[in-house]
């Protein structure tokens, strides 16, 4: 099911057509998106934002739903990966 959502809201160069409204295929998004931050690894914020960018133009929206989903973790304006998919 995740990779038909993904195929629905991602175009062929892997950035998003639309940011999802339902909760659910919310969720599969952001967990794709939680895929390019590494675990471990802690982010300024420019720099999310410019992963972010290379998917859809409102990083600022992409940020903060990876935060209040609990894929991301924000403190004094650095972030890191709290959750999501792990590939083993």
Same mark, same amino acid.
């Given at each position: 099911?995740?990779?038909?959502?993904?195929?629905?809201?991602?175009? =062929?160069? !892997?950035? /998003?057509?639309?940011?999802?409204?339902?909760?659910?295929? /919310?969720? #599969? #998004?952001?967990?794709?998106? =939680?895929?390019?931050? $590494?675990?471990?690894?802690? %982010?300024?914020?420019? *720099?999310?934002?410019? @992963?972010?960018?290379?998917?859809?133009?409102?990083?600022?929206?992409?940020?903060?739903? /990876? #935060? *209040? !989903?609990?894929?991301?973790?924000? $403190?004094? !304006?650095? %972030?890191?990966?709290? !959750?999501?998919? #792990? $590939? @083993?």
């Amino acid at each position: 099911m995740d990779s038909r959502v993904l195929a629905n809201f991602l175009d =062929a160069d !892997g950035r /998003l057509r639309t940011i999802p409204s339902k909760q659910a295929k /919310l969720r #599969v #998004v952001l967990d794709h998106l =939680a895929q390019s931050f $590494e675990i471990g690894r802690r %982010y300024p914020e420019a *720099e999310v934002n410019e @992963v972010l960018n290379r998917f859809h133009p409102d990083h600022a929206a992409l940020r903060r739903y /990876l #935060v *209040e !989903g609990d894929f991301l973790t924000r $403190e004094g !304006g650095v %972030y890191w990966r709290s !959750g999501g998919r #792990v $590939e @083993v």
